[in-house]
């Protein structure tokens, strides 16, 4: 079976990248509260006001680090690749081995070269064995290149370092579906959509185990609240027709 990038981006598929990161304890202490706005801001979909509050910071204090890592964040999120570049970069120019600007600097890569975003990745979880972030971007990336199994095996590990963490667990019920095992990515994805803090995209994703799982009804009801019944008969449609190239 043979799933490609392509393929994923015509079903309207996103595997989750990213995540809110830890913030760098010695920024905190002075701008904690701005820079949780600002993460919290961005996980709701606001990146230009978690732009607007990086650069509130750096315009006092240019090199807090955990700001520049937030500012890169939201201009890669609005689409601007040469700020966010820039951003990372001058993070990385004041801790070079800072983990969150090395991880926005290989998602930008992910575009351009899935191979050298791997490489950027691997060369991450090679110093940081253990962060769940740096796993969870290169499960995503393997995924991207159909090497489910081996993304799953780094999903595995990523959980085993951080059991909470929802992208990776999302993002490991995913390549279980477009690996053909709909049911236990259905079954992985059942109390995440139902809670009452689930989100669209969590819905979406639980759909798309569904109807891997050939629960295409099932997957119709969890659309139905976030879709017009159109929208929803068009998205199960779709969906149903990847699992149809998926099954070849």
Request: aromatic share 2%.
């Amino acid at each position: 079976m043979r799933i490609s990038a392509a393929a994923i981006a015509l079903a309207g598929v996103t595997l989750l990248v990213g995540c809110k990161s830890a913030p760098n304890g010695a920024d905190i202490a002075t701008n904690g509260p701005s820079l949780q706005a600002a993460r919290d801001a961005l996980s709701e979909g606001e990146a230009g006001t978690s732009l607007a509050i990086a650069r509130g910071i750096l315009s006092s204090q240019p090199n807090n680090l955990a700001a520049l890592d937030q500012a890169g964040d939201a201009q890669a999120a609005l689409g601007d690749r040469l700020a966010a570049d820039s951003s990372y970069r001058r993070a990385l120019a004041l801790a070079p081995h800072d983990v969150r600007a090395r991880l926005g600097l290989g998602k930008l890569q992910v575009r351009d070269s899935l191979p050298a975003a791997e490489a950027s990745f691997r060369a991450v979880v090679a110093d940081a064995p253990n962060n769940a972030l740096a796993l969870n971007d290169l499960g995503y990336v393997l995924d991207l290149q159909e090497r489910h199994a081996e993304a799953q095996t780094i999903y595995e590990r990523a959980l085993a370092a951080e059991p909470t963490r929802l992208a990776t667990r999302v993002n490991m019920a995913l390549s279980l579906a477009l690996s053909g095992h709909g049911a236990r990515a259905e079954q992985m994805l059942k109390d995440v959509a139902a809670s009452s803090n689930a989100t669209p995209r969590v819905r979406a994703d639980f759909a798309l185990a569904q109807v891997m799982a050939g629960h295409d009804k099932d997957a119709a009801m969890t659309l139905g609240g976030d879709l017009t019944p159109a929208e929803t008969e068009s998205a199960v449609s779709g969906l149903a027709q990847f699992r149809g190239i998926a099954s070849k």
